[in-house]
């Protein structure tokens, strides 16, 4: 929904780029174009986002090769430009004429990272960009991108499952659960201060500690036929009453950290 792949059913998304905010639902033709050349995306799974029957070149530039000639690139500048992009996250320029069967899981997620950056954008979105890859890896990939945030001071959105790497790459975590946000706080402190039951959970879930209390079947369809509840309430050893039928709203418990829960 952030790059308009598929359409919101309701809510609305801003884009705060110069000047006022922009409802990105708005945008139309040459504005969404203008926004998506903003507003890029690294998939989860290089080995699927990279199309095998093109070489490194044209997987980089087949889908901003027109803007950037209309910014008044050369085809010429425009190998250029790649050339110096796959330097940057750690590959050759010899490396444009190979297709991605030729490398590792992890260089194909840095002619990813590439390719997103080829039109200089101010937002990145990754989407679980390290999961595929080795634990080894995984700590390349996100130095790499640490460094491109440093030096090209680009926004980033970072989608991830794994608690721990969330909080070493990003300033602010939103911990959601079934589509709505239980828990937000600065990642610096979210692992100390963790007030949700969920984001509890998942923090024990990564240390290797097994659930303290799990709901048997009976409660996982109460959930399934209560919605009106916390949405979390079926899983929830705290859960009270008041959490199977009200729903909790996100509030303010400190300053920068909310919570959606009534324990707290």
Known sequence: ?????????????????EGAPVSVSSLKKKDLQLYREKVRYVFQDPARSLN??????????????????????????????????LDEVGLQAADLEKRPSEFSGGQRQRISIARALLMEPEVLIC?????????SVQGQILNLLLDIRSKHD?????????????????DRIGVMYKGELMEEAPAANLYKEALHPYTKLLFSSAA???EESPRINAERRREIKSSEGCSFAARCPSATERCLSEHPELRDVSTGHSIRCFNY
């Not at 997987?59 to 992009?85: D, N």
């Not at 989407?127 to 634990?135: T, Y």
Request: proline letters at 2%; aromatic letters at 10%; one cysteine or more.
């Open 52 to 85: 095998p029957r093109m070489n490194i070149y044209e997987i980089l530039v087949s889908g901003c090769r027109k803007p950037l000639k209309r910014r008044g690139i050369s085809e010429k500048e425009l190998r250029c430009k790649a050339a110096a992009i």
């Open 208 to 210: 290797g500690v097994e």
């Open 1 to 17: 929904m952030l790059v308009r792949m598929y359409e919101a059913d309701a809510g609305e998304i801003l884009y705060y780029g």
């Open 154 to 170: 680009i926004s980033f959105l970072f989608i991830a499952h794994d608690l721990k790497v969330a909080c070493y790459f990003c």
């Open 127 to 135: 989407d679980e960009v390290v999961s595929a890859l080795d634990v």
